[in-house]
């Protein structure tokens, strides 16, 4: 890759985040936001799978994002409500991640303000 190439991405990336930022507070991370496309991209995968993705992050960070961009954070106060985790019915020690309605239109929101991203 060319250094104006990279330096694009770069941008287009910084342009991504900030929007993302606004859509869903100044406290978003890179991760989180990361996390949250995978899901979108990805939808009703699980933990295990999700983690292989990322490739970025444990499994107690990963759980902890999860719970932090659910309806009830990873410290048992109201979250935002961008994702939701489903018992798998075919083995309940399992869960599957979704976005709910709102995750799903924020995402959308951002993805339609940065087509150049990418």
């Given at each position: 890759m060319q250094t104006s190439d990279l330096q694009a991405s770069v941008r287009s990336f910084d342009r991504f985040l900030v929007s993302a930022r606004k859509a869903l507070g100044p406290d978003v991370t890179a991760?989180?936001?990361h996390i949250l496309l995978?899901?979108?991209?990805?939808?009703g995968t699980n933990q295990r799978n999700l983690l292989k993705l990322l490739d970025v992050t444990s499994v107690t960070a990963?759980?902890?994002n999860l719970a932090d961009m659910s309806t009830l954070t990873s410290t048992?106060?109201?979250?935002?409500g961008l994702i939701e985790l489903r018992f798998d019915m075919m083995n309940l020690r399992q869960k599957s991640i979704h976005?709910?309605?709102?995750?799903?239109?924020?995402?959308?929101?951002?993805?339609?303000?940065?087509t150049d991203f990418g």
């Open positions: 991760l989180r936001l995978n899901v979108y991209l990805n939808e990963l759980s902890r048992k106060k109201l979250g935002p976005l709910t309605s709102r995750g799903r239109k924020i995402i959308m929101t951002i993805m339609e303000q940065n």
